[in-house]
């Protein structure tokens, strides 16, 4: 099936470790971005890439790291794992033209991240 | 800057009752405008969008909205709703020359009741 898949799909683990989440689409779309969804369900974008660049870094934390290996990956890194970081993480994306309305990002079905 | 803001938090509505979930924008360039809605458990999906041209624009599931230029709004309407309707909902505003970047709201839960 033509989609956005993520993995993990649940992540629980301790605070101060690395982990990984990683993200395929195979739409053939040239931007993928990483969203955090809260608890109280606001929704915030954290990077995009386009054609593996980055062209949105939002005010994230360091310990954030994006890794874009071809246009179809986005994975995303996080070191130190904090409380704070609990939620669940989107991987999105889409085509976009240039100089030219952004299309419909399609979005996977998230990973919950539980940092005990 | 360009921000959303959705008006309610929370909209109970009973079955085959119409709804209409708010939501403001402000801009100071063209906007694209967007309606997500996100079912328990699961990722965004579109539900309609503003690009350009006619200002009432339908979406999937017998929803649509309506653009609002002179009031900076973009309302998403339904006149008869389901159980299945039971979601989070997204206003949402595109920004920049490539519109890559959207900018969400806040998310409105619209529970039916039956």
């Known amino acids: 099936d033509t989609a956005v898949s993520q993995t993990p799909k649940y992540l629980v683990t301790q605070m101060g470790n690395d982990k990984s989440i990683k993200c395929e689409q195979n739409?053939?779309?040239?931007?993928m971005y990483w969203y955090k969804q809260d608890s109280k369900k606001f929704l915030k974008i954290m990077f995009s890439y386009n054609n593996k660049e980055l062209i949105i870094n939002e005010t994230v934390p360091n310990r954030f790291s994006p890794k874009s290996p071809d246009k179809a990956h986005l994975n995303l890194h996080i070191n130190s794992l904090e409380l704070g970081d609990s939620a669940v993480y989107f991987c999105a994306s889409s085509h976009t033209t240039s100089g030219g309305p952004g299309g419909e990002q399609f979005f996977g079905p998230g990973t919950r991240l539980t940092v005990l | 800057a360009q921000s959303v803001t959705q008006l309610d938090s929370q909209v109970p509505v009973f079955e085959e009752a119409p709804v209409e979930l708010r939501c403001n924008y402000s801009?100071?360039?063209?906007?694209?405008l967007f309606w997500y809605v996100q079912y328990p458990n699961q990722g965004l999906q579109l539900l309609l969008k503003?690009?350009?041209?006619?200002?009432l624009v339908k979406g999937i599931n017998g929803f649509e909205a309506e653009f609002n230029k002179s009031q900076t709004s973009f309302h998403l309407r339904k006149p008869s709703v389901h159980i299945s309707d039971t979601a989070e909902y997204f206003c949402?505003?595109?920004?920049?020359?490539?519109?890559?970047?959207?900018?969400f709201g806040s998310g409105t839960r619209l529970s039916i009741r039956p």
């Open positions: 801009s100071s360039v063209s906007v694209y």
């Open positions: 949402a505003v595109s920004v920049g020359s490539s519109a890559s970047k959207i900018i």
């Open positions: 739409l053939g779309h040239d931007t």
């Open positions: 503003y690009l350009s041209g006619s200002t």
